[in-house]
């Protein structure tokens, strides 16, 4: 079965410190991967995506993720972390062609601090 | 610009009294998705319609149901809230099927309350 898993429930970072958040993902073939972020109380705002060429993606507000298929992985980074990135960040995964749905992970609360 | 809206960001509504949550997109995507989320939880998928033709998940509960009267908008309709539907609802859209991939675009999110 198609899944995508988030290993990590909640990580507190520094302000200014990196980040990654992990992300993995089970599929059959190449899947279309996604990563969004969810500030308390909105909805979910798309910070970058994989399809397929370049495994390394930048995304908005400064992040970027590297797909490794090696690995089943598609991890989050950011080089130094402000305040305002304290939020819910959710990877997602899409099977090929022809089906528009999304699996989600469970999340990763990131919390910044001083 | 294009977006997704959500109308009520917040409804309240009393147990076993039907609500509707509204979504309208300005987008012109073929999909619109409805999901579920409670706290600290993954959005959770309660059906979909790719244009017309619309898609339910196996374990939706009969008690949601959705409309779209047209591209721009879709309703979620909940026929006897119980206090188990408390959460946030999110509406979504995407372009298509294609080969360009079909990321999802969320709007802001309903939340509701059952009192």
């Known amino acids: 079965a198609q899944s995508v898993t988030q290993p990590d429930i909640h990580i507190t970072v520094s302000e200014g410190a990196s980040l990654e958040l992990r992300c993995n993902y089970s599929y059959g073939a190449t899947p279309y991967l996604f990563w969004y972020v969810q500030s308390p109380g909105q909805g979910l705002q798309l910070l970058l995506k994989y399809f397929s060429g370049d495994t390394l993606v930048q995304g908005i507000k400064g992040f970027e993720a590297e797909f490794k298929r090696s690995q089943s992985s598609f991890n989050l980074r950011k080089p130094s972390v402000h305040w305002s990135d304290a939020a819910e960040y959710f990877c997602a995964g899409g099977a090929n062609f022809g089906n528009e749905k999304l699996t989600f992970g469970t999340g990763t609360r990131l919390t910044i601090i001083p | 610009d294009a977006m997704v809206i959500q109308n009520p960001r917040y409804q309240v509504t009393q147990f076993g009294k039907p609500v509707t949550l509204s979504c309208s997109q300005t987008?012109?995507?073929?999909?619109m998705y409805w999901y579920q989320q409670k706290s600290s939880q993954a959005p959770k998928l309660l059906f979909h319609?790719?244009?017309?033709?619309?898609?339910n998940e196996a374990d939706t509960p009969d008690n949601f149901q959705s409309r779209r009267p047209n591209t721009s908008f879709c309703f979620l309709d909940i026929r006897s809230p119980g206090l188990g539907d408390a959460a946030m609802y999110l509406c979504a859209t995407s372009r298509d099927r294609g080969t360009s991939g079909y990321e999802q675009y969320f709007g802001p999110g309903t939340r509701l309350t059952v009192t």
């Open positions: 987008l012109n995507h073929n999909v």
């Open positions: 319609y790719y244009d017309k033709d619309f898609n």
